[in-house]
């Protein structure tokens, strides 16, 4: 701090610190890593407010500051976007975050004023119990399928992995990244247990969307033993695509059941069915 803003006189402060300001009395608890080193949420007992910093905030700009005054389903869908992409490498110190926080007591909170996004009034439970789920690392019966496609082959087996997923009777989402930035793939990707990638191969790599995405997905830290991953593509030459895809897929730590989708050219119906038959392996 001393190198960036010279000395301003302040006083460090570290867990169990108090500073009395008057009637209130400020007690802080360092929770480092949610997100930066240097995190930490102070209570002021005498309002009953929790400032959380990064914790259970949002991106989310209103006119309107509290929970109540806004969309509930925005708001929450907000905060789980938020996690997902801010928060998600750090579960561990989260979780530890949260149990600081339910240490005060079922009525020491009336307020939680996260440094972004709208104040927690009348739904303080609700994120709290939201981040326990966030922080427990569970993942639904449900599947993202995430692709790019050049000339719409990749395309095809992406639509033919859907239909094998809803057939199974499994919610599935399908994402191209062309359409759709790689923080809302994030969102429906933290709660999926079934995540197919897609690539055809482009000067023997993946494209470069699909790289961005898996690099991005990477530096969240995705790994989850309950997760598993399928690579999928079309090729002209040789399947690198779809291979480059499976490898960082089983980097990031993913369960791979079933081999890599790579087809040559454009995929007939004899594909594409065992592009759906292949959902059902990769449930089994």
């Keep these: 701090m001393t190198a960036h803003f010279g000395d301003l ?14 009637k209130r009395t400020l007690t802080f608890v360092q929770t480092p890593m949610v997100h930066w080193p240097d995190n930490m949420v102070t209570y002021d007992a005498y309002d009953k407010i929790l400032f959380s910093n990064d914790a259970f905030g949002q991106h989310f700009a209103s006119s309107a500051r509290f929970d109540d005054e806004n969309d509930m389903c ?5 905060a789980h976007k938020y996690y997902a992409n801010i928060v998600q490498p750090y579960r561990a110190q989260a979780a530890a975050a949260v149990k600081a926080v339910r240490g005060l007591g079922p009525d020491a909170l009336e307020l939680i004023c996260p440094a972004h996004g709208i104040v927690w009034r009348s739904h303080v439970e609700d994120i709290l119990a939201a981040y326990e789920r966030f922080v427990s690392g569970e993942v639904e019966e449900r599947a993202l399928v995430v692709y790019d496609s050049m000339w719409h082959s990749t395309e095809k087996i992406a639509r033919a992995l859907v239909d ?4 199974a ?18 969102d429906v990707f933290m709660d999926c247990k079934y995540v197919c990638v897609g690539s055809p191969t482009l000067n023997s790599q993946m494209l470069p969307t699909v790289a961005g995405f898996l690099t991005y997905m990477k530096g969240l830290s995705p790994k989850n033993e309950n997760r598993v991953g399928l690579a999928f593509g079309s090729y002209g ?48």
């Design 169 to 186: 009777g499994v919610p599935a989402q399908l994402m191209d990244l062309k359409e759709n930035h790689i923080s809302n793939v994030m």
């Design 164 to 167: 094998g997923f809803l057939a």
């Design 74 to 78: 925005e708001v929450m869908h907000q």
């Design 237 to 284: 030459w040789a399947p690198m695509g779809p291979k480059n895809v499976a490898a960082e897929l089983e980097a990031a730590g993913f369960r791979m059941p079933v081999d890599t989708l790579a087809v040559n050219w454009i995929p007939g119906e004899e594909q594409l069915d065992a592009a759906r038959d292949a959902v059902a392996s990769l449930m089994a």
């Design 9 to 22: 006189g302040y006083n460090g402060v570290k867990t169990g610190d108090t500073l009395c300001i008057g």
